[in-house]
């Protein structure tokens, strides 16, 4: 919410470009990414104000919220990779994804995998994706659950055998 009216002056900005810069742009403002689509809370940084309150997150236990006290959250809409990925992908299009939602990346990529969006965009719709993600450690999330629950369920492995160009963390995979 706090991002929100910089956010839509940006998108204007870009849309009305000459030349456009890209096809199509738009933020999602006062959305987070999540492993279910509906109303969610994002747990809030106050804390650091130079980096722009960079450690907000779904995850109460995130370094930065707990620091910040761990009680001050904004009402979101949690939106899943699946449904946009739905809403907006077109049959043979080329899909740029960056992920770095604060330990929320591991429930985000689980529900896009069970669903099986990304191999049905690349093999039935040829849609190229290309996807970088920042992933969080118990050192910030504040809890090894994640990380070793995709680590179980083989979750970079599935993403790269769909076909995703995938860069994970300082790594680059095809």
Same mark, same amino acid.
Not at 2 to 12: A, G, K, N, P, V
Not at 14 to 28: A, D, G, S, T
């Given at each position: 919410?706090?991002?929100?009216?910089?956010?839509?002056?940006?998108?204007?900005?870009?849309?009305?470009?000459?030349?456009?810069?890209?096809?199509?742009?738009?933020?999602?403002?006062?959305?987070?990414?999540?492993?279910?689509?509906?109303?969610?809370?994002?747990?809030?940084?106050?804390?650091?104000?130079?980096?722009?309150?960079?450690?907000?997150?779904?995850?109460?236990?995130?370094?930065?919220?707990?620091?910040?006290?761990?009680?001050?959250?904004?009402?979101?809409?949690?939106?899943?990779?699946?449904?946009?990925?739905?809403?907006?992908?077109?049959?043979?299009?080329?899909?740029?994804?960056?992920?770095?939602?604060?330990?929320?990346?591991?429930?985000?990529? +689980?529900?896009?995998?069970?669903?099986?969006?990304?191999? @049905?965009? &690349? #093999? /039935?719709? *040829? %849609?190229?994706?290309?996807?970088? =993600?920042?992933?969080?450690?118990?050192?910030?999330?504040?809890?090894?659950?994640? +990380?070793?629950?995709?680590?179980?369920?083989?979750?970079? @492995?599935? &993403? #790269? /055998?769909? *076909? %995703?160009?995938?860069?994970?963390? =300082?790594?680059?995979?095809?």
């Amino acid at each position: 919410p706090h991002f929100t009216s910089l956010l839509r002056y940006e998108e204007i900005q870009i849309m009305n470009m000459i030349p456009r810069p890209v096809r199509h742009m738009h933020f999602l403002t006062e959305h987070v990414g999540a492993g279910i689509d509906g109303p969610t809370t994002l747990f809030l940084d106050t804390t650091n104000v130079k980096e722009n309150f960079w450690g907000s997150s779904v995850l109460q236990s995130h370094v930065d919220v707990v620091k910040s006290g761990g009680n001050t959250g904004a009402a979101v809409m949690g939106i899943t990779l699946t449904k946009l990925l739905q809403d907006t992908v077109l049959p043979g299009g080329h899909v740029m994804i960056k992920i770095d939602i604060e330990g929320g990346e591991y429930q985000l990529l +689980e529900e896009a995998i069970n669903s099986t969006i990304l191999c @049905k965009l &690349i #093999k /039935e719709q *040829g %849609v190229k994706i290309d996807m970088l =993600n920042e992933p969080h450690g118990a050192n910030i999330v504040g809890s090894e659950e994640p +990380e070793k629950r995709w680590k179980a369920i083989g979750g970079q @492995k599935s &993403i #790269k /055998e769909c *076909g %995703v160009g995938l860069g994970w963390g =300082n790594r680059q995979f095809r």
